[in-house]
Nanobody
Framework: QVQLVESGGGLVQPGGSLRLSCAASGTIFSISNMAWYRQAPGKERELVATITRSGTTNYVDSVKGRFTISRDNAKNTVYLQMNSLKPEDTAVYYC????????????WGQGTQVTVSS
């Protein structure tokens, strides 16, 4: 019912920046929380940042001060601005959306690769 498509990943040098985008489409009545997760090879999936519909945000300690999550409710889109990137930020990044159609479900995007390397 709901499709999430991430974009903006790529290769960047340490200290560089990237902005990830995730657009939700489908017959959606509303979206409550949206979030970004990441998963590095051999590691568990990690919650990176969350944002409510009203704009309240939360971040994992390792990205505080470097990453900013935001959203455009009119476009059903969530963003992740990533600054001062470190090699340990390398992972596949996934967006999620708690979306109400005829029911309320959590949807996942396909993921986008972020590689931080010199």
């Amino acid at each position: 019912q709901v499709q999430l498509v991430e974009s903006g990943g790529g290769l960047v040098q340490p200290g560089g920046s990237l902005r990830l985008s995730c657009a939700a489409s489908g017959t959606i009545f509303s979206i409550s929380n949206m979030a970004w997760y990441r998963q590095a090879p051999g590691k568990e999936r990690e919650l990176v940042a969350t944002i409510t519909r009203s704009g309240t945000t939360n971040y994992v300690d390792s990205v505080k001060g470097r990453f900013t999550i935001s959203r455009d409710n009119a476009k059903n889109t969530v963003y992740l601005q990533m600054n001062s990137l470190k090699p340990e930020d390398t992972a596949v990044y996934y967006c999620t959306a708690n979306a109400l159609t005829t029911t309320l479900n959590k949807y996942w995007g396909q993921g986008t690769q972020v590689t931080v390397s010199s």
